[in-house]
């Protein structure tokens, strides 16, 4: 039954005989009996586990976040279990990922954190056990997050710091008041939840330094330059303040409001001390503002020739060729956009591309 995950009591009893039944007074302090007892049944009992579980293990595992069950139950039956919720695979040696908290308390430190690398699930194990783990994972390097709903729970939970999480249905009050996080629903599915809405808000800061980067650079580049050479600045400054203004308010609106994604649970979490801008960042980056830059210098140099302007007055030419020039950043903005995030924010470039058309329009 303990290998079916059931949880087994066992029902006997023992025929005494009146005199040696204490009465009412004596009865807290009497001992019971635990020798020649009769069996009458052994009873297994099912915890079943909540619907989703297994597909939220799975997305967890997938994520790189992986997921460790600390039980007081017997070996068989936490095995059973581990299986059952996917914590374990059929093919996975249960020596190599069960450990009891006994074998468990007896390791040094150095073989605990050893150990705790590659334990999956620990059987039989004490409030300390679950402690000492949590320790044995930090020091190691881990980011720990722990979720418990018994008073034993607490040192564990306040070794973790800031990620711990209680359950609200039969979490014990001492376990929801040491915890940040209360699972309403009893579910290890919500955990998955909290992980998939945690992560657009990282994702969603590097897209958006991303895009006030290569927009800030090229602006400053295209601007330094012609005035380095020409004396003539084709985007003067109420232009690139309308610029910095609509991307500071729409481009970072739809940026920072961006749902997650179920590519953002395949990717591995990101360490403490990565970069908040990555080489693949750095790299979009450079090869974003090297072509507007190259697009823009092309039509501040060689503009009136390309736009056909040779016959117009100098002052008619310019003023064409800045504002051909001023909307050719904003189309390589909504191009950056369309790039950095989802095609479906449409609504973003068509206000974008609106409102600049009619700042020319006021300007000319």
Not at 89 to 117: C, H, M, P, W, Y
Not at 271 to 284: S, V, Y
Not at 285 to 305: E, H, M, P, Y
Request: charged share 20%; proline share 4%.
């Amino acid at each position: 039954m303990a290998a079916k995950s059931l949880r087994c009591v066992a029902l006997a009893y023992k025929p005494l005989d009146l005199k040696e039944v204490p009465n009412e007074e004596e009865r807290d302090n009497w001992s019971l009996p635990d020798n020649d007892l009769i069996l009458l049944a052994i009873v297994g009992m099912k915890d079943p586990c909540c619907p989703g579980v297994k597909d939220a293990v799975l997305l967890c595992t997938n994520a790189g976040v992986k997921v460790r069950m600390v039980t007081g139950d017997n070996l068989q039956t936490a095995k059973a279990i581990a299986l059952e919720c996917g914590i374990l695979s059929e093919n996975e040696r249960a020596d190599d990922f069960i450990i009891e908290g006994k074998v468990f308390r007896a390791l040094t430190d150095e073989q605990k954190e050893q150990a705790a690398e590659k334990i999956k699930v620990m059987a039989r194990s004490s409030p300390n056990d679950k402690l000492q783990l949590v320790k044995a994972l930090k020091k190691r390097g881990h980011v720990v997050a722990v979720t418990g709903d018994g008073t034993n729970d607490a040192p564990a939970l306040h070794e973790v710091g800031r990620y711990r999480s209680s359950y609200g249905i039969q979490g014990t009050e001492v376990a929801k008041e040491s915890s940040h996080i209360i699972i309403l629903d009893d579910n290890f599915a919500s955990v998955v939840k909290v992980v998939r809405w945690g992560r657009p808000v990282y994702a969603n800061i590097q897209k958006f330094i991303q895009f006030q980067l290569t927009v800030n650079v090229a602006a400053l580049i295209i601007n330094v330059v012609a005035a380095v050479s020409s004396v003539n600045v084709p985007l003067n400054a109420v232009q690139l303040l309308w610029v910095n203004l609509l991307m500071d308010t729409l481009g970072a609106l739809a940026l920072a409001t961006e749902p997650p994604t179920d590519s953002l649970m395949k990717r591995a979490p990101v360490g403490r001390r990565e970069p908040l801008i990555t080489n693949i960042m750095w790299r979009n980056l450079v090869i974003q503002a090297l072509f507007q830059v190259a697009v823009l210098l092309t039509l501040n140099f060689d503009g009136r020739s390309l736009l056909q302007l040779n016959n117009y007055p100098m002052t008619k030419a310019n003023k064409i060729k800045n504002t051909f020039i001023f909307n050719t950043v904003v189309l390589c903005q909504v191009l950056l956009f369309s790039i950095i995030t989802s095609l479906s924010l449409i609504f973003f470039i068509f206000m974008l591309y609106s409102c600049s058309l009619m700042f020319n329009i006021i300007c000319s």
